[in-house]
């Protein structure tokens, strides 16, 4: 009775270890980042140099949302892409903060992105309380670093 | 039998082949292996020794009439670079900084100097890209659209070359046998011809062409950067 059980037992584990080792057979390969729409993104915005920036904003961070429920990561760039699109609309305050996600997300930015902040005209400290409109003047973009 | 199979000969052939001259055949199917023979295996031992984890792709040099190229290329080398475990530096910034600074053409990126590029952009290497072939080719019964690719990846720490590769993909690949007779595949051709330009079919096309030039694990191909899973485990 009791190596009946045991018999049992052991023969449903076996049979559930073949299912979870063909379901891993078979499940579609993970991708490493959540990309969504961000090199359909960049297209558009290459193609169009640059016309549209907000609804391309609006697009991205929506999916950054998404990409954070998921518990993925976003792709290395995407940070970097958004920080380009909100200072092409002179919100320099949040291309500060995505040149900061950036570099924490991927250390290997550490360089470009710390060269673009030095540029950045909103210091890190004013991350926070900036206003998100439109600053007063025209700020130099965050990626004009001079080679 | 490897033999005929290395002729890719048709099934209803092979009893007429089968009487044929023997050392004819031998000799021929040397002949057309010659052709065949893979390249030797690639070296690979400046790219292990150089472990690059940060790649910097530039605008790539448009070999071709269509100015989308380009665009569409460059939007999607992203992934397949990324995907096989290399930080792929943020190509819009890049692309901004680069004509910021009065460097408009892609041409004239591929001219700075490896060790200037390291210094802006800290990358431990760049991928220099060719466009030889986007866009549609007209072929009387049938289109279809075309990319094909080359890339260099060099060490941007002492210029070293440290990988080659080249792709194609073609719309065709996924195209069944048409239907319609000679007349329907003409209309078809011409339909395909106006559509491959008007609906951008090329850029997909370039998608699966950038994704074969830089996909790790193939023969050939490019190895996993340090951010693929499997690449923290000793070989």
Redesign the interface.
Known sequence: MHAAKLRAGLSRTLVLGAVLALAGCTSPPR???H?GA???S??N???GNGADPGAMIAQLEEQLQKTVALGAVP???????L??LYSKVGDDASAAAHLYA?RKL?A?????MG??LQRAPVPAAGVASAPAAAPAAPAR?A????? | MPIIDTLFVPPQWLGRLRALALPALAGAALLLSGCATPPPPRDYSAFKQAKP??VLVLPPLNHTPDV?A???V???L??PL??S?F???????V????K??G?QTSADAHQ?APE?LRQ?????AVLYVLIKNYGSVYKIVTSEAVVELEARLVDLRNGQLLWTGAARASSAEQQGNAQGGLVGLLVKAVIEQIANNLSERS?PVA?VASQRLLSAGSPGGILHGP???GAAKPP
């Open positions: 991708t490493l980042y990309w961000y090199q359909s960049l297209y915005y290459f193609k792709p290395p760039g995407l940070h970097g892409h920080a380009l950036e991927f290997e930015s550490a360089t470009y060269m673009l973009p990626s004009a670093a001079r080679i | 984890a940060s989308l380009t665009p569409s460059l939007s999607q992203s992934y990324a995907e475990g930080y792929v530096v943020p190509v819009s910034l692309d901004e900084t680069l910021a600074n460097i700075i200037k802006i952009f800290g990358a431990d850029h998608g951010r693929w899973p």
